[in-house]
């Protein structure tokens, strides 16, 4: 069964990089999305995608975050300049409609030290 | 925007046991989903069910969407069923909203 995946599985980074999380969504998909969860919290929205731009966007999403299709395959989300508070676990998903299921990859963790 | 209650927020079973999840949502939506995610944090993608009842297994769900629930049903649950079960729901045209989830855990 297709799935989706993202690479790395694990990133660790210093206060002030900037980190990009990559995502490979289920190939005929067309929505792209990206979750994030601060430990022990809900799962939250920050973006969706489609037809090559941001369809929508949630407050937390701001000038600091920027998401892109550069190729066929990959989805990525660029966090600019990392702050503490972006500690947490980012889910890609995709879905093949805007109003179907979407699927989840296995989350990137991302600890800003 | 749009409100998402789960009951209970932490459940303990004996191994065996059946179990009822509740999801309460504030609005009328058309996508709702019912997920796992699982002690290595993966969230798995357990129904799609925006109305109606689903089965898979010792799993069903039923989504009341004129009341504005969805029920989750784990029968013989398995120590591999503990973990976190989250409802989504989506108002078309806006993002998905996840509840606070429902802490499983399934002893032996």
């Known amino acids: 069964e297709p799935e989706v995946t993202q690479t790395p599985s694990h990133q660790v980074t210093q206060m002030g990089q900037e980190v990009i999380l990559r995502c490979v969504p289920i190939?005929?998909?067309?929505?792209f999305y990206w979750y994030r969860q601060i430990l022990g919290q809900k799962v939250e929205f920050l973006v969706s995608f489609y037809n090559n731009e941001i369809s929508e966007k949630s407050e937390i999403f701001d000038d600091q975050f920027s998401v892109e299709r550069p190729d066929g395959s990959n989805f990525t989300l660029k966090i600019r300049s990392t702050k503490l508070e972006d500690s947490a676990m980012y889910f890609c998903?995709?879905?093949?409609?805007?109003?179907?299921?979407?699927?989840f990859g296995p989350g990137t963790r991302l600890t800003v030290l | 925007g749009i409100q998402v209650e789960q009951s209970p927020p932490d459940l303990i079973l004996q191994e065996g046991a059946n179990s009822t999840l509740r999801c309460n949502f504030s609005d009328s939506v058309n996508n709702l989903q019912w997920f796992h995610q699982n002690p290595w944090g993966q969230l798995i993608n357990l129904f799609y069910i925006p109305s109606g009842t689903k089965q898979n297994g010792r799993l069903s769900a039923t989504t009341v969407a004129t009341e504005r629930y969805s029920l989750l049903y784990i029968s013989s649950s398995q120590t591999t069923d503990s973990g976190v079960y989250f409802c989504a729901v989506e108002l078309y045209g806006n993002d998905m909203r996840f509840g606070a989830g429902t802490r499983l855990t399934v002893k032996p």
């Open positions: 998903a995709s879905s093949p409609q805007g109003d179907s299921a979407r699927y």
């Open positions: 190939s005929n998909h067309l929505y």
